[in-house]
């Protein structure tokens, strides 16, 4: 053994994560994370452009993961609410590298995820998230 412990390959298989992220590295990085542990994702630059996409997609995606101060008019705690309400159960992570105190509260359900994350912190966020919203019925 080499003492590294391996990632399960297909985590996050069956899910689709809408990623909404302006810094292209960031994104790039998120993007290749989810998708090598076997989630589907769909990128955007503004929370306006994935709202347009989530309401034509006919599926409802597993976990929204958005920056706040993101370009555009809807900033990521304003689509937090937006999609709590058209789409309840539905959960979202919000990251920021701002004071937490500054920014608005969030809906019940909803995760602030506090900037600069990792890729561990940011696997234990999708999982806490995609388990309490992945309940079978």
Known sequence: ???????????????????????????????????????RVSSFETADDALVYMLSAGEKPSLVVTDHLVPGQIKGAELATMVGARWPGLSVIVTTGRDLETIPELPDGMLYLQKPWDLVQMKKAIIQMLNKTSVSL
């Open 1 to 39: 053994m080499n003492g590294v412990i391996e990632e399960p390959k297909a985590l996050l298989e069956g899910h689709w994560l809408v990623l909404i992220e302006d810094d292209p590295l960031l994104q790039s990085i998120l993007s290749g994370f989810v998708e090598e542990l076997g989630g």
